[in-house]
T-cell receptor, first 116, second 108 residues
Framework: EAGVTQFPSHSVIEKGQTVTLRCDPISGHDNLYWYRRVMGKEIKFLLHFVKESKQDESGMPNNRFLAERTGGTYSTLKVQPAELEDSGVYFC??????????????FGEGSRLTVL | SQQGEEDPQALSIQEGENATMNCSYKTSINNLQWYRQNSGRGLVHLILIRSNEREKHSGRLRVTLDTSKKSSSLLITASRAADTASYFCATPAQKLVFGQGTRLTINP
């Protein structure tokens, strides 16, 4: 069974440009999460989808970030326009059961974003 | 918040030694999870301990949980070079909240 896949694995863009990250969760997992790790710091929550609905987007930094999950399958995270502080590794994770009910998250390999 | 905070931030030991990492959290939980991230890779779930458990084992891993102190520890016995990674504890609400992690280096 395929795990969580993310694309691209690495993106280098200039400040002001747009980048779209994609995540394909494990098939059948209704819960999809985006996290970010900046400069070796803590892994910060961005948002949580249940199927196609945004359950919690409290971690989204600002309105330059837009996440979608059309049809409740794959998700995209768009950064427009990108700023230097957006550099980091963006992780996607999926789960069948939410962590509060003792569900574990299955993570992708991450998309490393470098903004110059 | 339920943020997990790992201690120490970095740990370097010789291969074959045991490594202990600690985690503190702030609010009530019903479980606590440990994850590992190898350099440049995604996070991998290691072990979950429920709030009514005090200790759990999985291979060379031993996790303890003290809900009265709001703390957990992860012990890796007989460490190997392949254990070099960052280790995170995570506490769940509807989402998992991670700390900054402990960077473990195993020296051959």
């Amino acid at each position: 069974e395929a795990g969580v896949t993310q694309f691209p694995s690495h993106s280098v863009i200039e400040k002001g440009q747009t980048v779209t990250l994609r995540c394909d969760p494990i098939s059948g997992h209704d819960n999809l999460y985006w996290y970010r790790r900046v400069m070796g710091k803590e892994i910060k929550f961005l948002l949580h989808f249940v199927k196609e609905s945004k359950q919690d987007e409290s971690g989204m930094p600002n309105n330059r970030f837009l996440a979608e999950r059309t049809g409740g399958t794959y998700s995209t995270l768009k950064v427009q326009p990108a700023e230097l502080e957006d550099s980091g590794v963006y992780f996607c994770a999926s789960s069948q059961v939410q962590p509060a009910r003792a569900g574990e998250l299955f993570f992708g390999e991450g998309s490393r974003l470098t903004v110059l | 918040s339920q943020q997990g905070e790992e201690d120490p931030q970095a740990l370097s030991i010789q291969e074959g030694e045991n490594a202990t990492m600690n985690c503190s959290y702030k609010t009530s939980i019903n479980n606590l999870q440990w994850y590992r991230q190898n350099s440049g890779r995604g996070l991998v779930h290691l072990i979950l301990i429920r709030s009514n458990e005090r200790e759990k084992h999985s291979g060379r891993l031993r996790v303890t949980l003290d809900t009265s102190k709001k703390s957990s520890s992860l012990l890796i016995t007989a460490s190997r070079a392949a254990d070099t990674a960052s280790y995170f504890c995570a506490t769940p609400a509807q989402k998992l909240v991670f700390g900054q992690g402990t960077r473990l280096t195993i020296n051959p």
